[in-house]
């Protein structure tokens, strides 16, 4: 009867498949009192710990280990709960954490450019004690600086160092409210005006403004913005302009700077999303960043590559280590995760009629999470 029975069968099944589950612990210590961890530890696979910190930290291990280290010795690293702080404490310490990173573990010119490894491993490490003050550093770093680097030349160093110093925060500004991944549209403009031999900055309307920009609406004192670049009445297309956005007295918002702010994030109330419009400012022509094309001192557009398209998908290089970055600290979060149910799994006391089973030793426990971590690859 119970073999004609489709629903019956689907119980059996089921326990079946539960009664896996029940096994012996013949892994478990004699004593329960010992410490389950170490016991596990003594099991794995791996000679020694240097071993597993190879495979998860790599080149960087040492630093990495100094970030952390500064990081759990610093009183502004202290963790809240969100119920402790509101949104504009919850900025400011990521602020101050901010700036005492780049102070704490300073990168010069020369070393932002040759060893990009660095970097990553900073952001990495800060990823796995706070995503906003993660976020806030690569807004900075990988998208500012990255792009004052691959877009500048040489006059443009002072602004690279002064950022590298922390001397003053950058942003980037490229995405606009009409306008996500359709760069080649954006609205903002940049009109060249000969007689001042300057670049005036447009936006001329409200499609055009720049939406969700990383530390814009409190933060950021200087923003990298992409605007289609008019010589004479002709646009030559997107371009990339280094404009001040706040002053570095006070802070406060510079002449036809209008700043918003974007709202809560839930999670990352701390990074400062903003939007940024721009009435009539002035910037020098010295500020656009100039290596793939250039303005010069006679008011003519230059182009430094073999074909405007080149030059447009060259213009957006420092995307590309953004995107690497998103899978470097995914990366973290799963470590981190498999630390957690690793230690859980370990110490977790199950209830039968077996004394002192932890869920280490039952078959999906085994099967699913610890091989990841207790069997060395070959």
Same mark, same amino acid.
């Given at each position: 009867?119970?073999? #004609? #029975?489709?629903?019956?069968?689907?119980?059996?099944?089921?326990?079946?498949?539960?009664?896996?589950?029940?096994?012996?612990?013949?892994?478990?210590?004699?004593?329960?009192?010992?410490?389950?961890?170490?016991?596990?530890?003594?099991?794995?696979?791996?000679?020694?710990?240097?071993?597993?910190?190879?495979?998860? +930290?790599?080149?960087?291990?040492?630093?990495?280990?100094?970030?952390?280290?500064?990081?759990?010795?610093?009183?502004?690293?202290?963790?809240?709960?969100?119920?402790?702080?509101?949104?504009?404490?919850?900025?400011?310490?990521?602020?101050?954490?901010?700036?005492?990173?780049?102070?704490?573990?300073?990168?010069?010119?020369?070393?932002?450019?040759?060893?990009?490894?660095?970097?990553?491993?900073?952001?990495?490490?800060?990823?796995?004690?706070?995503?906003?003050?993660?976020?806030?550093?690569?807004?900075?770093?990988?998208?500012?600086?990255?792009?004052?680097?691959?877009? %500048?030349?040489?006059?443009?160093? *002072?602004?690279?160092?002064?950022?590298?110093?922390?001397?003053?925060?950058?942003?980037?500004?490229?995405?606009?409210?009409?306008?996500?991944?359709?760069?080649?549209?954006?609205?903002?403009?940049?009109? +060249?005006?000969?007689?001042?031999?300057?670049?005036?900055?447009?936006?001329?309307?409200?499609?055009?403004?720049?939406?969700?920009? %990383?530390?814009?609406?409190?933060?950021?004192?200087?923003?990298?913005?992409?605007?289609?670049?008019?010589?004479?009445?002709?646009?030559?297309?997107?371009?990339?302009?280094?404009?001040?956005?706040?002053?570095?007295?006070?802070?406060?918002?510079? *002449? %036809?700077?209008?700043?918003?702010?974007?709202?809560?994030?839930?999670?990352?109330?701390?990074?400062?999303?903003?939007?940024?419009?721009? #009435?009539?400012?002035?910037? *020098?022509?010295?500020?656009?960043?100039?290596?793939?094309?250039?303005?010069?001192?006679?008011?003519?557009?230059?182009?430094?590559?073999?074909? *405007?398209?080149?030059?447009?998908?060259?213009?957006?290089?420092?995307?590309?280590?953004?995107?690497?970055?998103?899978?470097?600290?995914?990366?973290?979060?799963?470590?981190?995760?498999?630390?957690?149910?690793?230690? +859980?799994?370990?110490?977790?006391?199950?209830?039968?009629?077996?004394?002192?089973?932890?869920?280490?030793?039952?078959?999906?426990?085994?099967?699913?999470?610890?091989?990841?971590?207790?069997?060395?690859?070959?």
């Amino acid at each position: 009867f119970m073999e #004609n #029975n489709s629903q019956s069968r689907k119980h059996l099944d089921r326990l079946h498949l539960l009664s896996a589950h029940l096994v012996k612990a013949q892994m478990i210590p004699e004593k329960p009192n010992m410490n389950l961890l170490d016991f596990y530890r003594q099991k794995s696979t791996l000679k020694t710990e240097q071993e597993l910190s190879d495979i998860f +930290y790599g080149k960087y291990q040492a630093f990495k280990k100094d970030t952390y280290q500064f990081m759990a010795n610093d009183v502004d690293f202290r963790h809240h709960t969100t119920s402790e702080l509101d949104r504009k404490q919850m900025r400011y310490r990521a602020m101050r954490q901010v700036k005492k990173l780049g102070k704490a573990f300073p990168i010069s010119v020369e070393k932002f450019g040759s060893d990009p490894g660095y970097l990553h491993a900073l952001l990495e490490s800060v990823h796995a004690f706070d995503q906003a003050t993660s976020i806030k550093l690569s807004v900075h770093y990988s998208l500012y600086c990255k792009t004052v680097y691959l877009l %500048g030349t040489e006059q443009h160093r *002072p602004f690279l160092e002064r950022a590298l110093k922390m001397e003053e925060i950058g942003c980037f500004g490229l995405t606009e409210l009409g306008h996500g991944s359709n760069i080649r549209d954006n609205l903002t403009t940049a009109h +060249y005006c000969k007689e001042t031999d300057s670049f005036i900055i447009n936006t001329p309307s409200e499609l055009g403004m720049k939406f969700w920009i %990383g530390a814009a609406a409190e933060l950021a004192s200087v923003c990298v913005v992409y605007a289609q670049l008019y010589v004479e009445g002709k646009n030559h297309g997107i371009h990339a302009f280094i404009v001040p956005i706040r002053s570095q007295l006070d802070h406060t918002l510079l *002449p %036809g700077v209008l700043v918003g702010d974007c709202g809560r994030k839930v999670g990352c109330d701390a990074i400062d999303n903003g939007f940024l419009l721009f #009435n009539n400012v002035r910037i *020098p022509r010295q500020n656009l960043l100039n290596k793939l094309s250039n303005v010069n001192e006679k008011g003519e557009f230059e182009l430094k590559t073999s074909s *405007p398209e080149e030059r447009y998908a060259l213009s957006l290089g420092a995307l590309s280590g953004g995107r690497v970055l998103i899978s470097v600290v995914t990366l973290t979060h799963l470590r981190n995760a498999l630390t957690v149910s690793l230690r +859980y799994a370990a110490q977790r006391q199950q209830f039968g009629p077996v004394s002192y089973t932890h869920l280490r030793a039952h078959e999906t426990g085994r099967n699913l999470v610890c091989r990841l971590l207790l069997e060395k690859k070959k």
